[in-house]
């Protein structure tokens, strides 16, 4: 890893910290170097609030000539909610960016890497690129197409099944999916599970311990119980029922509440209706080693495919969690 990776990782790291917080911002990290050491570090942590370049840098008074300031997005060039960027990186005579990816957002797309060069900084771009833009790939896919990126996660016996026959579903992965599961759910804008998994596990979709986090929470039919957990707890106001179009409803979340990425914890009807309906971004399928039978409740829900028109994913990564498999996925491209 050469120096200049090295610093943009230390920038990842705190751009991730604002994960599940920055809607409809993208969560961006920013450090300060001189002379080889970091002297200052900032954070994206809330829309409207300062980016990470003026967190960072407003904790420093005289900046030195060779200065170098990474930051994980381009620096924004127009006025938004907040100043631009590009204009306190000139003002503080910095001299030297280097950038993790370009900013997808049409309006500063390449525009900040240009103003900057123009008025004579030395920019460096696409370190850590692809890191830089997976930390974005929710606000880049609201960003270009008004929808929130959809994660789908199932916890699954080996033979695909969500459920036994009389509906039980707890637990069939372990401890350590489980944690992994509410590492997700701090990430995200939105948890959404289909009404039969309320009625049957009356889940609260929040993520333990939540730590400021508040997730909005979907619920895809409205045959569900007054005193469900998503309607009575202290974080009620924040459920959202849908009873129609899922895609018109992650739309409306995606354009009145900023939700970037929604994280559907099933169950099978809804995860099945999800493909059928192409809004499934990725899979995230944590497999236990054991096995339920015919009678459990399948995975996709009981409608299938037939095999010409199966739905084909693309394998990303496999890994061990715990005694259980996590296999994340993404549909394959046609
Ligand atoms: C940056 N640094 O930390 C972030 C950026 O409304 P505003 O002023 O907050 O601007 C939002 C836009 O700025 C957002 O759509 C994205 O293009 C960029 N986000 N840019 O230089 C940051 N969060
Ligand atoms: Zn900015």
Redesign the pocket.
């Known amino acids: 890893m050469d120096e200049h990776e090295l610093f943009m990782e230390r920038a990842l790291v705190l751009a991730r910290r604002?994960e599940g917080l920055?809607r409809?911002?993208?969560?961006?990290?920013?450090v300060l170097v001189e002379n080889g050491k970091i002297i200052s570090e900032g954070?994206?942590k809330k829309?409207?609030?300062?980016?990470?370049?003026?967190?960072c840098l407003k904790k420093v008074s005289g900046i030195g000539k060779s200065a170098v300031l990474y930051?994980t997005?381009?620096?924004?060039s127009?006025?938004?909610?907040?100043?631009?960027?590009?204009d306190l990186i000139l003002e503080r005579g910095i001299r030297r960016v280097v950038i993790g990816c370009k900013?997808?957002?049409p309006?500063?797309a390449g525009r900040?890497i240009r103003k900057l060069r123009r008025a004579g900084v030395d920019v460096v771009t696409g370190v850590c690129r692809k890191e830089a833009h997976a930390l974005i790939v929710p606000?880049t896919k609201r960003?270009l197409t008004g929808l929130p990126f959809v994660t789908l996660k199932l916890g699954v016996t080996l033979d695909g099944r969500i459920a036994d026959s009389s509906g039980t579903s707890q637990w069939i992965t372990g401890p350590t999916a489980r944690k992994k599961v509410q590492e997700m759910r701090r990430k995200v804008d939105a948890v959404m599970v289909g009404a039969g998994t309320v009625r049957a596990d009356n889940p609260s979709l929040l993520p333990r311990p939540a730590k400021g986090r508040a997730p909005w929470r979907v619920v895809v039919g409205s045959d569900i119980s007054e005193k469900s957990k998503v309607l009575t707890d202290e974080a009620a106001a924040r459920t959202v029922i849908v009873d129609g179009s899922v895609k018109k409803a992650l739309r409306a979340l995606a354009k009145e509440h900023g939700v970037m990425h929604v994280l559907c914890e099933g169950g099978g009807e809804l995860a099945g209706s999800l493909i059928r309906a192409g809004l499934v971004d990725e899979f995230m399928i944590f497999m236990a080693p054991s096995v339920l039978g015919g009678s459990g409740f399948p995975m996709f829900g009981k409608k299938g495919w037939s095999l010409p028109k199966m739905p084909r994913w693309v394998f990303q990564t496999l890994e061990k969690c715990g005694d259980d498999v996590l296999i994340r996925a993404v549909p394959e491209k046609e």
Not at 24 to 30: F, L, M, R, S
Not at 73 to 76: A, F, I, T, Y
């Open positions: 604002g920055t409809p911002n993208p969560p961006v990290g920013a954070w994206h829309a409207g609030g300062p980016h990470a370049e003026v967190n930051v997005l381009e620096p924004c127009t006025i938004g909610r907040t100043p631009p960027c590009t900013d997808p957002n309006s500063h900040g606000f960003m």
